[in-house]
Structures are given as structure tokens and as C-alpha cells.
């Protein structure tokens, strides 16, 4: 058979095999508020609308909820008691520096001081939260934490994340954490939780984050402080340093019986998201709620979901649960946050891959990147069928230049 004529067959082969592969289901990254074809946790975690299992003298669940997407889980067992939508991927807001956290916290020793550069403070979103952090000062890392914890300072979490080898690098890490505890929800854009294109979590990921960050009792204190005194500028007549008052700004702390935390967060794309932690009778309850209607319905929502999940205790069947870290063996973590005795492992050390997107690499593997999901397996093969196709194009490009050159 003629060279040429072997180079058609080559070429039409897979050119044929495309609309058959194509046409089939391929991998591909789900849009934001799409729940994962798999949902961790059980399958009813990934069907829509209320999941709740009763037996005989559960009460009814709280008729006026509003949030697009909900969880009660207990912390201790990892039972999920009932959930609406629990992988739903939406703006996490400020809740996502719940895994910020959890990734650096333990890296750092509480009574360390560190002197802020300008650098550092630099960068940081418009409109941002801020503690009000100001540069050529030292601050002790236990006061860039509570600036994280009580005043949602995004301009203590680039503080600590510059300390932590900077922004990018402590994003990787974030990442590499979440896919640790099996968060698969969860896309980390930037450290803070600021709006940013692509970055989205699920309730269901957030109380893997809270329930993890809880058993660090640095984490656990930060989350239950109230107010603390937080350094401030110089005086320049007296050369002494002054300092100011900061509040917490979950309103349910305080206010409801039993709770410890965790993090509450708004932006304008997330509207208000909240993770609470609340402790009764020997048992701690995880609520979060994201996306209410109003501002203040997130507190009011999860108050209401907590109260059902104290009454409902031991009067509902699980609906799904809270997976526990290594627990899947197509999980392999880098590093722990916080043991179960609250003392810290090694830090995590995200391999090359897990770092931000190579600017130098292939525009099809910068998409599959961004889109977080990847192309999976059928994906892949489409892309080799693909390449085979223009690599046999070429050669048979090149047999023609060389046969009109002779």
C-alpha cells in the first residue's frame, strides 16, 4: 500500500473515533452549585433538595429555611443527621479561612514574633475585613490569629501566609489539605476566601474543615474568643505602643447556649455563609448553613438547625456522614493540622504538581487545571486521539514538503 495511502488510514482512524468519544460521558469540571456525580460521604449526601431520616419522636425540621444549601452532622461520630444539598459548590466567603487555618496554624508557635514588611499587606482585595495590621511593627502570631478568627482580617491571613512561604505557596497547601480530608468540593483561589473566579466550597466540605480545625485546641480557643486586645501603632510622643479593642463578629457567640465557634464569612458573590460548633449534654453538633436569603437568616438558620439537631438526637437515622481523614485509600494526605490530641504533626508539603498552574504548560493542561476537576480517563483519551491526529497530519505535512523538494 502506497505510504500516503497508510497515512490516511492512520489519520481517519481516530478522526472517526472522535464523535463516538466524544459523544460519550467525559469527565469534566462541574460548574459552580453542581454536586459531584459521586458525593463523599453516602449517596443520599449527593441527591437534591432535604435528606432526614426520622423514627418515631424525631421532631420536625424548621419549616422556614432558606439556605440554598445545609448540614447537621455530629462531630464526635461523624453522623450526618440531615442536610439539604450538602455538596452544592458555592462561594465559601470568609468560612474558608476555617482550612486556612487548619493547614497553618500548627506551623507556627503561638508566642513567635514576627515584624510586618509592606510587602506583606499588600495585594489584599478591596473591601477587604481588616484587623488593621500596619507595617515595620512586630506582632505575635496568637494576635495575627485572633486578627483572623474575631475580626476576619484578611490582612493577618497574608500576613501569615507570607510567613508560610507566601500566597501562592499557601494556597497549594490549602488545596493539598482539603484533598487530604477528602474536601472534593472545595477549590482554593485565595487564602482568605476573598471573591475570586473559580474559588467555591460546600457545606459539606466546610464542616470536614471545622471538624478537623476543632481538634486543635489553639484552633478551638481562637474560635470561642469573644474580644481580645489586638496591637496597634505608636505613639509618637510617648514612643509607647497602644492598643485597641476587637470583637468576634459571629453573632450567635455569646448569645447561644453551648457554642464554641467556628467562622462566619459574607462577600458579594456568597452572600452569608456560616459554619457554627455548638456543645450539649456531652455531644458537639457541626451546623453550617451558606447562601439564606438575608444577612441575619444565617445566624437565625443555624440556631434553628441546631436546636432541631439536639432534639433530634438518637431520633433519626444518619443520612450520610463525616469521612475521616486516610480514610479512603485513593487518598493520601501530606500533612496533619492537628491530631486527634490536638498536637500538631508535620507540616504539609505539597509535591510540585499540587503547586499553582505551570504558566509554561500546554494551554489543554492549564484548562483541565483550572477547571479543578480535570478531564478524567475518557478525557484523556480524547486528547491522545487528538494528538495522534495532528502528529500523523504533520508527518504526512512533511512527506508532501519533502516529495515537491525532490
Known amino acids: 500500500m502506497p505510504t500516503s ?4 488510514r492512520l489519520i481517519a482512524a481516530p478522526a472517526a473515533a472522535l464523535p463516538l468519544l466524544l459523544a460519550a460521558p467525559v469527565a469534566v469540571a462541574a460548574p ?29 425540621l424548621p419549616g422556614d429555611l432558606t439556605g440554598q444549601s445545609w448540614i447537621v452532622a ?5 453522623e450526618v443527621l440531615a442536610a439539604s444539598n450538602p455538596h452544592l459548590r458555592l462561594a465559601p466567603a470568609s468560612t474558608l479561612k476555617i482550612l486556612f487555618a487548619d493547614t497553618v496554624l500548627p506551623k507556627f508557635d503561638r508566642n513567635a514574633v514576627h515584624r510586618v514588611t509592606d510587602n506583606e499587606i499588600q495585594g489584599i482585595g478591596a473591601g477587604s475585613s481588616l484587623v488593621g495590621i500596619k507595617e515595620d511593627l512586630d ?4 494576635d495575627l490569629w485572633r486578627g483572623v478568627f474575631l475580626s476576619s482580617g484578611n490582612d493577618a491571613v497574608h500576613v501569615l501566609a507570607h510567613m508560610n512561604g507566601g500566597v501562592q505557596q499557601t494556597v497549594a497547601e490549602m488545596q493539598a489539605r482539603a484533598e487530604a480530608l477528602q474536601a472534593r468540593d472545595t477549590r482554593v483561589v485565595s487564602p482568605d476566601g476573598y471573591d475570586s473566579e473559580g474559588q467555591v466550597s460546600s457545606a459539606y466540605d466546610l464542616t470536614l474543615f471545622a471538624r478537623a480545625g476543632l481538634r486543635n485546641p489553639d484552633f478551638r480557643s481562637y474560635c470561642a ?19 485597641f479593642g476587637i470583637a468576634n463578629t459571629d453573632r450567635l457567640l455569646g448569645k447561644y447556649p453551648g457554642l464554641i465557634g467556628v467562622k462566619n464569612g459574607f462577600t458579594t458573590n456568597a452572600g452569608s455563609t456560616f459554619v457554627g460548633a455548638a ?29 432541631w439537631g439536639f ?15 486516610g480514610e479512603s485509600a485513593a487518598t493520601t494526605p501530606t500533612g496533619q493540622a492537628g491530631g486527634a490530641a490536638g ?34 480517563p475518557v478525557g484523556w483519551v480524547v486528547t491522545g486521539v487528538v494528538l495522534t491526529a495532528g502528529g500523523a497530519g504533520a508527518v504526512l505535512l512533511l512527506n508532501r514538503r519533502r516529495a515537491a523538494a525532490r
Not at 34 to 57: E, F, I, M, T
Not at 74 to 78: I, K, N, P, R, T
Request: aromatic fraction near 2%.
Open 74 to 78: 455530629d462531630a464526635g461520630s461523624g
Open 139 to 142: 506582632y505575635r502570631v496568637e
Open 225 to 243: 474568643t469573644r474580644d481580645a486586645m489586638f496591637p496597634g501603632a505608636v505613639d509618637r510622643n510617648t514612643g509607647q505602643r497602644g492598643s
Open 279 to 307: 456543645e450539649r449534654d456531652g455531644r458537639t453538633l457541626l451546623v453550617t448553613v451558606m447562601h439564606p436569603t438575608t444577612y441575619q437568616k444565617v445566624y437565625d438558620e443555624t440556631a434553628a438547625l441546631l436546636d
Open 311 to 325: 432534639a433530634a438526637a438518637g431520633k433519626v437515622a444518619p443520612v450520610g456522614k463525616l469521612v475521616e481523614e
Open 5 to 8: 495511502s497508510k497515512l490516511a
Open 343 to 376: 498536637v500538631p504533626a508535620p507540616p504539609p508539603h505539597p509535591s510540585p504538581a499540587a503547586t499553582a498552574t505551570d504558566r509554561s504548560a500546554p494551554a489543554v493542561a492549564r484548562a483541565a487545571d483550572s477547571a479543578g476537576d480535570g478531564l478524567g
Open 32 to 60: 459552580p452549585g453542581s454536586p459531584p456525580p459521586a458525593s463523599v460521604g453516602g449517596d443520599r449526601l449527593g441527591l437534591p433538595g432535604v435528606q432526614v431520616d426520622p423514627l418515631a419522636g424525631a421532631p420536625a
